[in-house]
Nanobody
């Protein structure tokens, strides 16, 4: 059974940076499209960035130019580098894995890591 574990969240001042990590286990990591999502209280979960098995990326407009998704298949880990953080980036951040054979279906979710940006 696959598992995703996020880390790296915390409290940061506006304008600061954080790097989130998501370590995968129990799955063939290179066969999964990986994504980062966030959910703020009272809001819907928002897709922020995705990275294909081959490394192609796409981003939501809200984070384009500030956040960078990357993956290290040798470590079964996906990262989210977050720069120029804003108070509105405050949310719980989740990683997700989508098997390349089941596009559009999320197979695994992490438990989430909290990011709080103070003004």
């Amino acid at each position: 059974q696959g598992q995703l574990v996020e880390s790296g969240g915390g409290l940061v001042q506006a304008g600061g940076s954080l790097r989130l990590s998501c370590a995968a286990s129990g799955l063939t990591f290179a066969r999964y499209v990986m994504g980062w999502y966030r959910q703020a209280p009272g809001k819907q979960r928002e897709l922020l960035a995705r990275i294909s098995a081959g490394g192609s990326t796409n981003y939501a407009d809200s984070v384009k130019g500030r956040f960078t998704i990357s993956r290290d298949n040798s470590k079964s880990t996906v990262y989210l580098q977050m720069n120029m953080l804003k108070p509105e980036d405050t949310a719980a951040y989740y990683c997700a894995a989508e098997h390349v054979g089941n596009p559009g279906t999320t197979n695994y979710w992490g438990q989430g890591t909290q990011v709080t940006v103070s003004s």
